[in-house]
């Protein structure tokens, strides 16, 4: 990367903070250009996001509900000073469950006194979903309901990040026969503005990402119809997939440890869901870019698609109906020729079958 000497001193001058707490030059260049290629940002604008991020820190809190702290465990399980470690440092996190100091009423101070005194200009994250039913008392968190939380913190920020598939849409406790009316927190509280990162968990280099976007352009970045960022959500898990080759070759593993699975060809015929689900995991990946599901051989199961639990299941099966079709025909940027592609893909490859079984087998 080439840059000028101007914007070779604005990235000095931005690092300074952060050279001080032990992160490299090299760890926030590499991380400014992680930023901007996720963001499908050109090189040029890496200057001025290595200068958004290092401005003044903005306040945010992080909401838990009715989780796993999956997505918690997700931001903070980074072993180097990456990700984890600047998006800490860039950001003002007065309250969070499990990293804050203060507990008790100190604790809850700490969250009112953001909403009180920085209302409207606070960011929040929320990671779990909130349960509706019988007035919301199957959450409840010094006293107060999830819903009466999120109405009060989410109603009065800038703008809510939904991490995590529960927090978008409900997720597992929303599952069929939803117990306790789980909700997603724009359901939740409609007036919020809430943009959503599904996936169970989170990709860390997401939340970040949208972070990043707001700091450096003031807004959160464009959405589909489902509130997810197109700069992540925009594509198939399929069409980025590192199996792709093997799927257009017919090439499919058909047994869990068979030769084909152990040489890493298609997890189709084993359920895999990555033709239904929007998402960029095939080019985050997971714990710092190190696997993701389909790479460790573990078919996708559409965790990043409302309602996943109960449309996608059986995990370990095709679904019933022509892949692709009745998920990707709601997605706003997916047309008739790619659902035509796809199926003509999945045609070609079961009339294959039928000729050549013996081939198949091979
Ligand atoms: S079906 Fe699954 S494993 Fe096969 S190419 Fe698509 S996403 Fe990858």
């Known amino acids: 990367m080439n840059f000028s000497d101007d914007a070779l001193h604005k990235i000095a001058e931005s690092m300074e903070p952060l050279s001080q707490k032990g992160v490299s030059r090299r760890d926030f260049m590499k991380f400014c250009a992680t930023m901007a290629a996720i963001l499908a940002l050109p090189a040029s604008f890496i200057p001025k996001i290595a200068e958004a991020i290092s401005g003044k820190k903005p306040y945010l ?22 990700a984890a470690k600047i998006i800490l440092d860039i950001l003002s996190v007065d309250y969070h469950e499990t990293i804050m100091a203060p507990a008790g009423h100190q604790a809850e101070k700490s969250l009112m006194d953001v909403v009180k005194n920085q209302k409207g200009n606070y960011l929040v994250v929320v990671e779990g979903s909130i349960p509706m039913k019988d007035g919301g008392v199957y959450c409840c968190i010094s006293g107060k309901s999830a819903v009466d939380i999120a109405k009060e913190v989410c109603g009065n920020a800038l703008a809510t990040i939904a991490v995590g598939t529960c927090a978008a849409y409900g997720g597992i406790p929303a599952a069929n026969p939803n117990p306790t009316g789980a909700v997603g927190v724009k359901e939740a509280v409609p007036n919020a503005t809430v943009i959503n990162l599904p996936g169970c968990p989170v990709n860390v280099e997401n939340i970040t990402a949208c972070v990043v976007h707001f700091l450096t352009f003031g807004s959160l970045p464009n959405t589909d119809k489902f509130g997810r960022p197109y700069f992540a959500y925009g594509k198939r898990i399929h069409d980025n997939c590192e199996r792709r080759a093997h799927f257009d070759a017919g090439q499919f593993v058909r047994q869990w440890g068979d030769e084909a699975h152990r040489q890493g060809w298609c997890l189709y015929e084993m359920g895999c869901k990555g033709p239904e ?46 892949p692709g079709v009745s998920i990707e025909t709601t997605a706003d940027k997916v047309g008739a020729g790619l659902v035509a592609a796809t ?13 050549s079984p013996k081939k198949e087998e091979e």
């Open 343 to 355: 199926a003509a893909g999945i045609l070609i490859h079961g009339i294959g079958r039928a000729l």
């Open 277 to 322: 689900t929007f998402k960029n995991c095939p080019t985050v990946k997971y714990n710092e870019g190190t696997s993701w599901p389909v790479q460790a051989g573990h078919g996708c199961i559409g965790c990043a698609e409302p309602n996943f639990w109960d449309t996608m299941t059986p995990f370990y099966r095709r679904l019933p109906s022509v």
């Open 61 to 82: 809190v992080w909401l838990e509900f009715q989780d796993c702290a999956g997505n918690t465990e997700a931001l903070l399980r980074a072993t180097k000073p990456t």
